[in-house]
């Protein structure tokens, strides 16, 4: 398995504010992801984020929204860029790890609150 | 397009009693792996089991037992003599490749075991 911190643990923003959320992974990955869960939803994957190259975005998310950084194979990170009430999510990153990358683990999230 | 089913919403049960919790997904893919994970009140999403489409065996560990049938497209999950613990929300996704894919999650279902 993989050990995933991220932080901060949670915030309260203001509208039109950004945060920028860590995910620091314990050991060398390739693949991150990261995922939203509106209040009381499921998870949405919003980009796909490998070393070297830029992130890959899902439909309805959008690089200037959320841009995302993978300087190396352990860390990386999520910015929620000129926040709205709507932007209120858990934020969580994952990576792919265990044999043949057959595991996805997720970090703890980062729990958001845009007033 | 890969699409995952939790039918049930919401079970309340009764410490140690079973229950089962169903889980229903569609794809085009020959190849493809199912997860529950388990998300407690304080938010991480736990791991719980991987199960790739070519091994259609049931699996037990512990209190918990899978129900995989390719035949009906179902993996269901099953805890036995439930316990306060185990009260989360509970998800059920599917990838194609995995953990170095991204996951498709169902809606999720809240358990609730009370004493």
Same mark, same amino acid.
């Given at each position: 398995?993989?050990?995933?911190?991220?932080?901060?643990?949670? =915030?309260?923003?203001?509208? +039109?504010?950004? #945060? @920028?959320?860590?995910?620091?992974? $314990?050991?060398?990955?390739?693949?991150? !992801?990261? &995922?939203?869960?509106?209040?009381?939803?499921? /998870? *949405?994957?919003?980009? %796909?984020?490998?070393?070297?190259?830029?992130? *890959?975005?899902?439909?309805? !998310?959008?690089?200037?929204?959320?841009?995302?950084?993978?300087?190396? #194979?352990? !860390?990386?990170?999520? %910015?929620?860029?000129?926040?709205?009430?709507?932007?209120?999510?858990?934020?969580?990153?994952?990576?792919?790890?265990?044999?043949?990358?057959?595991?996805?683990?997720? +970090?703890? +999230? *980062?729990? /958001? @609150?845009?007033? | 397009?890969?699409?995952?089913?939790?039918?049930? @919403?919401?079970?309340?049960?009764?410490?140690?009693? =079973?229950?089962?919790? $169903?889980?229903? &997904?569609? %794809?085009?893919?020959?190849? &493809?792996? /199912?997860?529950?994970?388990?998300?407690?009140?304080?938010?991480? /999403?736990?791991?719980?089991?991987?199960?790739?489409?070519? =091994?259609?065996?049931?699996?037990?560990?512990?209190?918990?037992?899978?129900?995989?049938?390719?035949?009906?497209?179902?993996?269901? !999950?099953?805890? *036995?003599?439930?316990?306060?613990?185990?009260?989360?929300? &509970?998800?059920?996704?599917?990838?194609?490749? +995995?953990?170095?894919?991204? #996951?498709?999650?169902?809606?999720?279902?809240?358990? @609730?075991?009370?004493?």
């Amino acid at each position: 398995s993989a050990v995933i911190s991220q932080k901060p643990s949670r =915030d309260i923003c203001q509208r +039109g504010t950004s #945060l @920028t959320i860590q995910c620091q992974v $314990d050991s060398q990955v390739t693949m991150m !992801f990261w &995922y939203r869960q509106q209040p009381g939803q499921s /998870l *949405t994957l919003i980009a %796909t984020a490998n070393q070297g190259s830029e992130a *890959t975005y899902e439909s309805g !998310f959008v690089i200037d929204k959320f841009p995302i950084s993978r300087p190396n #194979l352990t !860390f990386s990170t999520l %910015t929620v860029s000129n926040m709205s009430p709507e932007d209120s999510s858990i934020y969580l990153c994952s990576v792919g790890a265990g044999f043949s990358y057959n595991e996805q683990f997720f +970090g703890p +999230g *980062t729990r /958001l @609150t845009v007033l | 397009a890969q699409k995952v089913t939790q039918a049930q @919403t919401e079970i309340s049960v009764v410490e140690k009693e =079973d229950v089962t919790l $169903d889980c229903v &997904y569609e %794809t085009r893919d020959t190849t &493809y792996y /199912l997860f529950w994970y388990k998300q407690p009140p304080s938010g991480e /999403l736990v791991f719980l089991i991987r199960r790739n489409s070519f =091994d259609e065996q049931n699996e037990i560990s512990g209190r918990y037992s899978w129900n995989f049938q390719k035949s009906t497209s179902s993996f269901n !999950f099953t805890i *036995t003599a439930s316990q306060v613990v185990d009260s989360a929300v &509970y998800f059920c996704a599917l990838s194609s490749q +995995g953990g170095s894919e991204k #996951l498709v999650f169902g809606k999720g279902m809240k358990l @609730t075991v009370n004493p």
